[in-house]
Nanobody
Framework: VQLQASGGGLVQPGGSLRLSCGASGSSFGVGSMGWYRQFPGNQRELVASITTGGGTNYASSVKGRFSISRDNAKNTMYLQMNSLKPEDTAVYYC?????????WGQGTQVTVSS
């Protein structure tokens, strides 16, 4: 099973980015999925998560600016990030539960800078 994250990049403050995370290599459905981010020297922190039924949870720092969604038919999750701030600069990771096992994707760098 592999998770492939994409969509990171360099954006100016106030700009937007859309991250994607696709799961492949499994014949079974994907359970809850989530986005985490890691600042240099820090542990990963939850950004947002989404259940198979579409229930969502957000970190207080991104509420109202970020939106998580998923396409179960494509085993893909998205993170729409709007009104980006320099403090959102981090490596973003996705994860997913498949048959009660947690998988992580590789990180994608998001840099918010003018």
């Amino acid at each position: 099973v592999q998770l492939q994250a994409s969509g990171g990049g360099l954006v100016q403050p106030g700009g937007s980015l859309r991250l994607s995370c696709g799961a492949s290599g499994s014949s079974f459905g994907v359970g809850s999925m989530g986005w985490y981010r890691q600042f240099p020297g820090n542990q990963r922190e939850l950004v947002a998560s989404i259940t198979t039924g579409g229930g969502t949870n957000y970190a207080s720092s991104v509420k109202g600016r970020f939106s998580i969604s998923r396409d179960n038919a494509k085993n893909t999750m998205y993170l729409q990030m709007n009104s980006l701030k320099p403090e959102d600069t981090a490596v973003y990771y996705c994860n997913a539960f498949i048959l009660s096992r947690l998988y992580w994707g590789q990180g994608t760098q998001v840099t918010v800078s003018s």
